[in-house]
């Protein structure tokens, strides 16, 4: 099995079961059973800016059945002139696919603010601005962060909540990305692309993608990557006060396995 296998494999141990964040003054309600319309085939993940976004809808399906479900999306696509918004439903514990003209409302778990334009919300990740917009390089700065992102806040999520402590140092890794050289002409927002990054809430599949993306990176700026994630992974898996179950010890082992494997 190879060091990627390995670590993806502790990945999935350590997120395995773990419970979905709460939403502030909502629960989740789901009909007995979902149309057929609803349940995707199964095919290949593609990552896009609002990939590993965690959010709760309010749907209405083509017969008229209302449900409120937390979601991760996995991406936005149109299909048959409709967009569509494939996710991770948690409330099903199964990929769902929902038309975004019958999403009636777009709750951030967070912080309980509703955004009664889904398709606005979802754009927003994916907006290009013009050239002399101050930001221009938004978009590009999050796509730089994001793959490590990803991994990151898998580990951070694992016990199925996410500590300030947690927060900080996923925000320490995308100021250390970003404060590369390489990145030192780009245009962005900082703040905005953090709160971007701790909306996130990736599943196994995601996390699993992420490191799979990664291994694409040219050399160099892999292991300069992967170094900066193993880094700030152990520091999350720290932050887990008190808990030592096999499932956290085996994602700290691999993790130092991974930064040793980097320093060669």
Request: some cysteine; glycine content about 4%; proline content about 7%.
């Amino acid at each position: 099995m190879s060091f990627f296998q390995q670590f993806a494999r502790a990945i999935s141990k350590a997120v395995s079961g773990r419970p979905a964040p709460t939403v502030p003054n909502r629960q989740p309600i789901v009909p007995p059973q979902d149309s057929r319309e609803e349940s995707p085939a199964a095919e290949v993940l593609r990552r896009t800016p609002a990939t590993g976004l965690l959010v709760m809808i309010e749907y209405q399906d083509a017969t008229g059945q209302r449900s409120s479900r937390r979601v991760t999306v996995y991406e936005i696509r149109e299909k048959n002139d409709h967009i569509y918004l494939h996710c991770y439903c948690h409330e099903r514990s199964a990929p769902r696919m929902f038309r975004m003209d019958r999403i009636a409302a777009v709750i951030d778990p967070h912080t309980g603010e509703v955004f009664d334009n889904p398709e606005a919300y979802f754009r927003q990740f994916d907006e290009r601005p013009g050239p002399d917009d101050p930001y221009a390089d938004q978009a590009k700065a999050f796509e730089m962060v994001a793959p490590g992102v990803l991994v990151l806040m898998s580990v951070a999520w694992a016990d199925g909540q996410l500590h300030p402590s947690e927060a900080a140092v996923v925000e320490r890794y995308i100021d250390a990305v970003l404060g590369r050289a390489s990145h030192a002409r780009l245009r962005y927002d900082v703040a905005q692309v953090k709160k971007w990054a701790l909306q996130r809430y990736p599943t196994v599949d995601i996390a699993h993608q992420a490191l799979d993306e990664l291994l694409q990176f040219p050399t160099a700026e892999r292991k300069e990557l992967i170094d900066l994630i193993a880094e700030h992974a152990i520091e999350l898996m720290n932050a887990h006060e008190g808990v030592q179950d096999a499932e956290f010890d085996a994602l700290k082992k691999a993790l130092k396995g991974w930064g040793s494997l980097t320093r060669q």
